[in-house]
């Protein structure tokens, strides 16, 4: 591609964290000559954040091993990389304002802001001792707190919740799950996995409550949190984590008059729409990670993604359209977990199936399969210990990805390879 550098307008990006950082990696990649400025409101450079719930808490990997890349990859790739938070956006003159007074004229823009962490509400929430979990700091924050025999509460039986858990439990913690709904991981697995998932943590040595909300936190004259449920019930903490999910960080695409969230049926979907290029309603503004609500593989509707994997593979798209290549995005989702010596993966769009065909493989270890209305296989969700599961379960995802016409039988057959459905 050839590019009129003259104007010295500079590809503006939105948010240092993972999608961000690749995405100004990309750019450069591409063979944009001019200025890059890679504006991010953290002061750290772009990091990967699995590790924050996961190695970073149980001492595993230290926060050096979490980077992007090595930070004289983007010296040598003469990224400029501002530490700021960017206020608003003028669409029309193609300009963006920090909160310091600084501002960029641009070519293009690169929305990748990912999410706030959802705050706790009740009576309590802001007291010592209770943390959110998002960022390298957060997680700097929360690891000293998790030594043996500490008591730790975890608010919300998601993905993020469950990891500090088997985490905290790896350290030796006495750990209590909270969840408000009637099982763990309601909103993305299917229930028989959430069940698995329940199991293990409760063999573990978690103690799981579910159908329960923290109404108050409390701190006692020696310190300690009690946790008090909406049933009466007092859990006694050291530590309270809250892992209710995030928002996504749409404010400035909000003020700068961005089309953000979309009705479907009663709910309103949040998040900054874009078009299969991963354009905004503004022509030369993308969006990218954590923050996009981008169309669908599987249909007309719009889906967000908070994964490792859509941030990696939408900021390289969102880069090279930067730079007019009009690539659409299609790639299907896809996530991991890793609790304890298990790993959970979800391919597709499980929400989307009306059948689901279970295949039973050996080691407690099961891939769910989902078909819509129309037989097509548009999910895969498995759970298990990693020796056979994850080739298993590559080979699902690949059956997903390439919307193989299949059979019921065979997928049901562990003895049936997988590999011969493709
Ligand atoms: C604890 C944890 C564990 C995870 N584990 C997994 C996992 O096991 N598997 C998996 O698939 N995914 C996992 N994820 C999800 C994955 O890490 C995220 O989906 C991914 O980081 C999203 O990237 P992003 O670039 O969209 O957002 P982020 O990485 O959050 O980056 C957004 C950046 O934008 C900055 N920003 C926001 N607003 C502004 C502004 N106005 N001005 C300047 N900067 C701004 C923020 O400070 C932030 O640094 C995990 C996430 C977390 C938090």
Redesign the pocket.
Known sequence: MTFDHARDRVMAI????????RAAQTLREAGWKGRIAM????RHL?Y???????GLLTGEREAQQCHLRPHDAWRADDIEHIV????SIDAHERTLQLADGRSFAYEALLL????HLRRLTIPGAQLDGVFG???LDD?AALAPRLGAGARVVVIGGG??GL?VAASARARGCEVSVVEGAARLLGRCVPAEIGAHVHALHERQGVRVVLNASARAIAQRDDGRLDVTLDSGDLLDADTVVVGIGIEP?D??ARGTGLQTGLRTGLETARGIVVDETLQTSAPGIYA????ALFPSRFGTHHIR???????ETQ?GVAARNMLGAGEPYRDVP?????QYDRQLQVSGEPALGVRTIVRDLSGESQIHFALDGAGQLVAASGFGTLQGFAKEMRLARMLVERAVPVDAQSLANPDVKLKSLL
């Not at 948010?15 to 950082?21: K, L, P, T």
């Not at 700021?84 to 206020?87: F, I, N, Y």
């Open positions: 939105v948010g240092a964290g993972h999608a961000g950082g504006i991010g409101a953290e772009p990967e954040r699995p590790p924050i719930s996961k700021g938070a960017v206020r990748a802001t990912g999410g979990l998002r960022t997680a993905f993020i990891e960080a404010e400035i990218a990670g954590d923050v993604q908070e994964t490792w994997h859509n941030a900021a896809w996530f991991w977990s890793d």
